[in-house]
């Protein structure tokens, strides 16, 4: 009587150790990665102390998670601060997506209409074709916020 008690205690866990998806940890343990930077040259002073910075921070990854949703969760954990703008990307009144104009006291600066510093943002090494909160990323993703020069060569 025990050992078909035990047989089919045994197969039951059997098979609700198959039900389980092989990937069960695998979404608690997904990161995204967010490098902000600054390269050297920017400055023509030092900057807080500093000619150039960089950040990178991973942090867990959840689903519908935006670029703006990143920087939020790693400016808070380190004390820094930054400023959207806002924008009506397609002209409908509604103010689509935002675009990252200040990150630490590090600000866009369009002085001349014609040329200036922003904050550029990048998909796994590829200049993003929206703002920051509509870049939805991936598990895996790394985001770069550059502090680039407009045009390029500036």
């Known amino acids: 009587m025990h050992t078909d008690r035990t047989l089919t ?3 039951a866990l059997a098979l609700l150790t198959l039900a389980l998806p092989l990937d069960a940890t695998a ?9 902000v930077e600054v390269p ?4 023509t002073n030092t900057y ?5 910075f960089t950040w990178t921070d991973t942090v ?12 939020d ?16 990307i397609d002209g ?9 104009d200040e990150i630490d006291g590090v600000a866009s600066d369009f002085t001349l209409l014609l040329f200036g510093y922003y904050w550029a943002l990048y998909d796994n090494g590829a200049y993003a074709s929206t703002g920051a909160a509509g870049l939805v ?9 550059r502090y680039e020069g407009w045009p390029a060569s500036v």
């Open 9 to 11: 205690l045994l197969t």
């Open 27 to 35: 979404e608690e343990t997904a990161t995204v990665t967010l490098v």
């Open 40 to 43: 050297e040259g920017v400055f």
């Open 48 to 52: 807080k102390g500093y000619e150039s």
């Open 60 to 71: 867990g990854y959840t689903d519908g998670l935006t670029a703006l949703d990143l920087l």
């Open 73 to 88: 969760q790693v400016a808070t954990a380190r004390g820094s601060t930054y400023t959207a703008v806002w924008y009506d």
């Open 92 to 100: 409908d009144g509604q103010e689509d997506d935002a675009f990252i």
């Open 137 to 145: 990323v991936d598990a895996g993703d790394t985001v770069t916020l």
